[in-house]
């Protein structure tokens, strides 16, 4: 007699369980925010329109776009850290 492996659960079962676990309030996948456009993702800032009217001024300065420098400047601040109320963090 030879030895035989117990029957696969289906793909229903299977199906069924994930959408209870689903359910479960802990149970969902955190849902990312934006639009995903290429291999960025588009979020929303709010500014100050000063520092708007100086990150244009530097931007244009420096011959960029304000996506770059912004993107430039979280870059900077996440490798050397950021000055916060005469603090370096």
């Known amino acids: 007699m ?10 229903e079962v299977n199906a069924k369980l994930d959408a209870f676990i689903e359910g479960a309030p802990d149970g969902q996948s955190a849902k990312k925010k934006g639009v995903i456009k290429g291999k960025k993702q588009q ?21 960029l776009s304000r996506a770059a420098l912004i993107n430039i400047g979280i870059r900077h601040v996440l490798n050397e850290g950021a000055m916060i109320g005469g603090k370096k963090d």
Request: charged fraction near 30%; aromatic fraction near 0%; proline fraction near 10%.
């Open 43 to 63: 979020i929303t800032l709010t500014i100050t329109p000063d520092i708007l009217d100086q990150l244009d001024q530097k931007a244009e300065d420096l011959g």
């Open 2 to 11: 030879a030895i035989t492996k117990p029957p696969r659960k289906t793909n």
